[in-house]
């Protein structure tokens, strides 16, 4: 059973009924964080039982939202392997790193993650036609749960989106709008149909449920490493879930008494054609500007403003993190390097962790003793500009 308890706002505190759809704080135009009753949890959720049940997302079931096993779709998301990759590491003079390798997810992204708890939480509220503005691979992934759930997506894309991500929404049944621009102008026609329409929006921390259902990667985290964690994880960030997700979820593991008050440095990474974060956290800002032009390879970096910007921010100053952007070229050259070194054909996102990493050790922030997860969040395979 969840032991959801209420909604939070981060920045003012309020308290908002869980069992009703919620968006974000109206006052402070912040998302929402669920909140669980985690006494309650420690009773039922023990690391021998999640380690003893069916693999995937749901074994963490008492800490998601979904109150009813009913109401838990899925299609397989979840438990990716943690690949280790010696030969990379020895390139770059480090012993311990690892791949945590979330193509392998359905729709060969980790937004599936993100989009189960998403949508099986607004079925069990009674929501059954869905909206989202998308890069590319979050709408991939809500119009797949919303086919096997059968109910209807809207799925708003820039028109200059991987071919592959249209293909994937049009094959799902999903309606396809194509926009010119970027994802935060199909975000501002995606808003206005919603509201005309009454359709239930799904972009990024505009609902509670999508950061819950990538959570679920520092829940896994934690426990590959047998309740330590590594010194560093580096995550490709665009609008900041599954760092945000994963930070929560090693606070909500501190409170159930599993993990110490040890976190690992998280450190986004971004394209230096689109880097607000990066710019923000080295201006030492609560919040980031949007950018201007915004340009990538890394579709799914191509996003000029993170609606949980201050919690991407906090996330990466109380873990003693940082912030970095690489050049598209590096992008790319890292994506051939892992692919020929280790034989994992990650998307652009994926490699900016690789090219990322170089620069850290360079710079002496990341060093040879240093335990390293790269998130590779999605598959090559998607992506047709190599
Ligand atoms: C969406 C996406 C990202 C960025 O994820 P956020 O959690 O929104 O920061 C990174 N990589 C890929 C492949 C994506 O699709
Ligand atoms: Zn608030």
């Known amino acids: 059973m969840s032991t959801l308890t209420y909604l939070e706002c981060p920045e003012c505190g309020a308290h908002f009924e869980a069992d009703k759809p919620q968006t974000f704080c109206p006052r402070c135009e912040s998302p929402l964080l669920p909140r669980y009753d985690l006494d309650a949890a420690s009773r039922a959720l023990t690391p021998e039982a999640v380690a003893s049940r069916p693999r995937g997302i749901w074994r963490w079931h008492e800490i998601l939202p979904v109150r009813s096993a ?84 809207h799925v708003y894309m820039p028109a200059d989106a991987p071919e592959v991500n249209k ?17 935060s102008d199909a975000g501002k026609l995606a ?6 329409r009454g359709w239930w929006s799904v972009s990024t921390f505009k609902e509670p449920y999508r950061v819950e259902g990538k959570k679920t990667m520092g829940l896994e985290i934690a426990e590959a490493f047998g309740w330590h ?17 994963m930070w929560k979820a090693f606070d909500e593991l501190e409170a159930l008494g599993w993990i110490g008050s040890e976190r690992p440095r998280l450190v ?66 890292a994506q051939r390097l892992l692919a020929a070194e280790e034989g994992i054909f990650a998307a652009p996102e994926g490699a900016a962790t690789v090219a990322a990493l170089k620069k850290l050790v360079s710079s002496g922030w990341i060093n040879a003793a240093d335990t390293v997860v790269l998130f590779n969040t999605g598959s090559g395979l998607k992506y047709e500009r190599l």
């Open 229 to 245: 964690l590594p010194d560093v994880i580096i995550y490709p960030t665009g609008g900041g879930t599954g760092l945000v997700g």
């Open 70 to 153: 009913e109401h838990r779709i899925t299609l397989g998301e979840g438990d990716t392997p943690l690949v280790e990759v010696p030969r990379l590491a020895r390139e770059f003079g480090l012993e311990h790193v690892w791949v945590k390798d979330e193509s392998q997810n359905p729709t060969a992204t980790f937004k599936a993650r993100g989009l189960v708890m998403a949508v099986s939480r607004a079925l069990e509220l009674g929501i059954r036609e869905f909206v989202i503005p998308t890069a590319g691979n979050a709408g991939g992934a809500l119009a797949a749960y919303a086919a096997r759930a059968g109910v209807k997506a």
């Open 191 to 196: 808003a206005e149909h919603a509201r005309e």
């Open 268 to 333: 986004s990474v971004q394209s230096e054609g689109c880097a607000p974060i990066v710019r923000a956290f080295h201006e030492g800002a609560e919040r980031a500007r949007p950018w201007e032009n915004a340009h990538t390879v890394a579709a799914g970096l191509r996003v000029p403003a993170a609606f949980a910007d201050r919690l991407i921010l906090r996330a990466l100053r109380e873990t003693n993190g940082t912030a970095i952007a690489v050049p598209d070229e590096e992008i790319l050259a």
């Open 167 to 183: 293909a994937e929404v049009a094959a799902a049944g999903a309606d396809l709008v194509l926009v010119d621009g970027l994802i």
